[in-house]
C-alpha cells in the first residue's frame, strides 16, 4: 500500500562555520507532522489519512500483517482508532504496545485528546507501577513489559482482540519474548476455537523480511511520511570528547538560530543529562543581550511522568527549549518545535557474556539505524538540521542495526517469566532471533542455583519460590531477596534497598559542590556499605515527611526518592497477596546484609594479597567505584549490584559481607568457588 509521495521544499543553507566543532555536510529527506489548526484537522493532514480506507479494508482481512510508516506519518496514533471506529476488534481491547513508558503516556494522552474522552476512560495506559485503564477502555497503550506481564496469568492474552506492537525495531528483550508469546496466543486461540487475535506489527525502520518470516510471511503493508528535509552536518575530525563537543555546538547554535527553533541533543544517561543541564543553565546566565533565554529539559527513563511531560509544554515567547535526552527520544514521541538535533553517536546499553558471566552496562556507537531515526526528530514538522559529532567516515563503520537485546543481556529474568506463562519447553521458545545455547543454558543455571526451578523427568518445573519469583517485576535475585526477607525478619528494610535501587541514583553530585555534598553525607554513611547508607537516606526522607528543602539541603534527588517510594508501596502490595509477613529488624543491620548475601550471592568479589578484588564466580579483576562509600576501605568481600565498564570495570552498589554467610546459602556452589580462585 503506497500513498503518493509529498514534494518538499528545498534544504535551507546553513553555513556552520563559526562552529568551534568543525562540520562538513550531507543533506537527507527525512519525515515529519505539520500541525495544523484544530486536532481534526491534524488528523486529516497526516498522511495515513489518505490511506485510511484502504488500510482499514487490508487489516480487515488481515490476521497478521506488517506495517512500515515513515517517520511521521501518523501510524501510532492513528491505526489504533481506525480500527476502533472500523468497528475491527470492538469486541475486546485494542492494545498498543511501547518499549518506554514516556511514549506510552504522551501518546495515550494525545489519543485521549483526539478522541474527545477523559484519558483512563475510552483511552487509556498501564505502565510500570501505574494504571490509568477502566472497565471503559478499549484503546490501550502500554510498556511491551506490562503486556508480558499481563500474559502470565493469561497467556492467550483474551482480554484483546488486536495487539499492535509498535516501535518493533527497537527489539527490546521484552519486545522479542512478546512476539513469541503474541505469535502463541493468536495459534492457539485458533486452535481452541476461541475469538481470534489481530497482530499488526509497526515500525518506522525494520528488516521486513525477518519480521514478515517470522509471523508466517505476513504482508506487509507500506506506508509513506510526510518530507521535510534535514541537513545533516558530520564533524571533520574525529571528536575525543563528545560530551565538550555537544555543549560547544549547541551555544553556537544558541546564539545564532531563532529563538523559536528548539534543539534536541542526544546524551547516554541521567549523570550525564544532568551535568551538563547545569553547566547550561550557568553558561546561559552569563550570555550576552539579545540572546535568547534558555530552558533546559532533561529527558530520561526513570524521570517521573510529569517530569517527563515537560518535553511537551511550550515555553514563554522568546525562550528556546533545549532537551537533553537519552535514546529515549530517538522513536515514538513527537516534540514540536525541534529544529536541531545534535547526535552525539553514543548510547549507554548492557552487554553480557554468558560463558564470564559478567555483564557490563557500557557506553558504546549507536548503529547506523539509530543515527537516522536520531537525525529524524529534526525534520518531524519543518526542514531542519541534524549535527553528527562524528567524521562520515567513522558513521560508515557504524554497524547497520541494533543487535537485539535478547541476544545481549542476562535471561534469566526471561526464562523466569516464560516460565510462568506455562510455556511448554522454555529452551526450545520461538524467538525471532534466538539467544545463543549457552545464554540460554546460563539463565537456567542461575535460576537453579537461586531456587526457582527444579527438572522433574527431564522437564524442567517452576518451584513454588519460582512461582513467587516471578510475581515482581523485578530481576530474579531481587526478587529472591525479597522473599527471603521474611526469614531474616527484615522485609521492610528490604522493600526499602530494593525500591531504591530499582530507580535511578536517588544522590545527586554536583562536581562544583564536593565538599558540600560529603559534609552533608557524613550523618548518612555507613562503613557497611551502600545498601545501609541508602537505607538511612531513605528513612531520613521518610521522618522529615518526604521535604523538598531536605532534599535540596542534602544532595538528594527529590524526584527519583518519591519514585523509589511509589515503587517500594507497589512491592509491598505483592508481598501482602503473597501472604508474607512484613517485619523491621529495627536498627540489627547484620540480618539485613546477611539476607542481601543470600540474595545476590552470584555478586560477590574477594579482596586478594595484592589489594585488589576478584568476582569469585569468574575471578573477574574488578574495582570500587569511586561513588561507593566503601572506595578508600578493603573490606574481605563485598556483594555488588552491578558491573560498569568504563576505564576498568567498576563495583556499583556494595554492601560488606562474612564469607560464612556465603556458605549458608550456596554451600556447594561456594566450596567449588573459593577452591577454584584458591587455586
Known amino acids: 500500500m503506497m500513498l503518493q509521495e509529498h514534494s518538499s521544499p528545498p534544504a535551507k543553507k546553513y553555513k556552520p562555520d563559526s562552529l568551534l566543532v568543525s562540520f562538513s555536510t550531507k543533506q537527507n529527506m527525512l519525515g515529519s507532522r505539520k500541525d495544523t489548526v484544530s486536532v481534526e484537522q491534524q488528523r486529516r493532514s497526516l498522511p495515513i489519512h489518505q490511506a485510511r480506507i484502504q488500510l482499514i479494508n487490508q487489516l480487515r482481512q488481515l490476521d497478521c500483517a506488517v506495517l512500515i510508516g515513515e517517520t511521521g506519518s501518523g501510524k501510532t496514533t492513528q491505526v489504533p482508532q481506525y480500527l476502533f471506529e472500523a468497528g475491527i476488534g470492538r469486541q475486546g481491547i485494542v492494545g498498543i504496545t511501547q518499549p518506554r513508558r514516556v511514549a506510552a503516556l504522551s501518546l495515550a494522552a494525545r489519543v485521549a485528546e483526539e478522541k474527545k474522552t477523559e484519558l483512563g476512560k475510552l483511552v487509556g495506559y498501564t505502565v510500570r507501577f501505574e494504571d490509568a485503564t477502566s472497565d471503559e477502555t478499549k484503546i490501550k497503550f502500554l510498556t511491551d513489559g506490562m503486556l508480558l506481564r499481563e500474559a502470565i496469568g493469561d497467556p492467550l492474552l483474551r482480554r484483546y482482540s488486536v495487539v499492535i506492537l509498535d516501535e518493533a525495531h527497537e527489539r527490546t528483550v521484552h519486545t522479542d519474548v512478546l512476539f513469541g508469546v503474541v505469535k502463541a496466543a493468536q495459534r492457539k486461540r485458533k486452535d481452541l476455537d476461541k475469538p481470534p487475535l489481530k497482530v499488526l506489527i509497526m515500525s518506522a525502520t525494520v528488516d521486513v523480511d525477518l519480521f514478515s518470516q517470522y509471523f508466517n510471511k505476513a504482508p506487509v503493508l507500506y506506508l509513506e511520511g510526510r518530507q521535510h528535509p534535514i541537513q545533516i552536518f558530520y564533524t571533520k575530525q574525529p571528536q575525543s570528547d563528545y560530551l565538550h563537543a555537544a555543549l560547544v555546538s549547541l551555544f553556537q547554535i544558541h546564539q545564532e538560530a531563532e529563538a523559536a527553533h528548539d534543539i534536541l541533543a542526544f546524551l547516554t544517561g541521567q549523570e550525564e543529562i544532568e551535568a551538563m543541564a547545569k553547566t547550561c543553565r550557568d553558561i546561559s546566565k552569563h550570555l550576552p543581550d539579545g540572546c535568547p533565554q534558555m530552558v533546559v529539559v532533561p529527558l530520561y527513563a526513570s524521570l517521573p511522568p510529569t517530569q517527563q511531560l515537560r518535553v511537551f509544554q511550550s515555553v514563554p515567547k522568546g525562550c528556546r527549549k533545549v532537551i537533553l535526552s537519552t535514546n529515549i527520544a530517538e522513536t515514538s514521541i513527537t516534540i514540536s518545535g525541534i529544529k536541531y538535533v545534535i547526535d552525539t553517536g553514543m548510547v549507554k546499553a548492557k552487554k553480557y557474556n554468558p560463558e564470564s558471566g559478567l555483564e557490563v552496562l557500557a557506553v558504546q556507537r549507536v548503529a547506523k539505524a539509530q543515527a537516522w531515526q536520531r537525525s529524524g526528530r529534526a525534520g518531524r514538522e519543518d526542514s531542519g538540521i541534524c549535527y553528527r559529532l562524528y567524521t562520515e567516515e567513522e558513521f560508515e563503520k557504524f554497524d547497520s542495526m541494533t543487535v537485539p537485546e535478547i541476544q545481549r543481556c542476562n535471561l534469566a529474568g526471561v526464562m523466569l517469566h516464560l516460565m510462568a506463562m506455562r510455556i511448554p519447553n522454555v529452551m526450545t521458545f520461538d524467538f525471532m532471533s534466538k539467544p545463543s545455547p549457552n545464554a540460554i543454558q546460563a539463565a537456567v543455571d542461575q535460576l537453579d542455583l537461586l531456587g526457582a526451578v527444579d527438572r522433574k523427568d527431564g522437564q524442567l518445573l517452576l518451584t513454588a519460590l519460582g512461582r513467587k519469583m516471578a510475581a515482581f517485576p523485578l530481576e530474579p535475585k531481587f526478587s529472591k531477596t525479597i522473599l527471603l526477607s521474611s526469614e531474616f525478619h527484615c522485609a521492610e528494610e528490604i522493600l526499602t534497598i530494593i525500591a531504591v535501587l530499582s530507580v535511578d541514583s536517588v544522590l545527586y553530585n554536583p562536581p562544583t559542590k564536593r565538599e558540600d555534598v560529603q559534609s552533608a553525607r557524613k550523618k548518612f554513611i555507613s562503613s557497611e556499605g551502600d545498601h545501609m547508607t541508602l537505607l538511612n537516606i531513605y528513612r531520613a526522607f521518610k521522618n ?136
Open 544 to 679: 522529615v515527611s518526604r521535604n523538598k528543602e531536605w532534599c535540596r539541603e542534602n544532595f538528594v534527588n527529590n524526584r527519583n526518592m518519591m519514585l523509589a517510594s511509589e515503587v517500594r508501596s507497589q512491592l509491598r502490595d505483592i508481598c501482602l497477596k503473597l501472604g508474607m509477613p512484613l517485619e523491621s529488624s529495627r536498627m540489627d543491620t547484620g540480618n539485613i546484609r546477611r539476607c542481601l548475601a543470600h540474595g545476590l550471592f552470584m555478586h560477590v568479589a574477594e579482596l586478594q594479597l595484592d589489594g585488589t578484588y576478584v568476582t569469585l564466580d569468574t575471578h573477574q579483576p574488578v574495582a570500587i567505584h569511586p561513588s561507593s562509600v566503601l572506595f578508600h576501605c578493603k573490606p574481605a568481600y563485598v556483594i555488588y549490584n552491578e558491573l560498569l565498564h568504563t576505564s576498568k570495570c567498576y563495583m556499583r552498589d556494595l554492601c560488606v559481607i562474612d564469607s560464612e554467610w556465603l556458605y549458608e546459602t550456596a554451600p556447594d556452589y561456594f566450596r567449588r568457588k573459593l577452591k577454584s580462585n584458591k587455586n
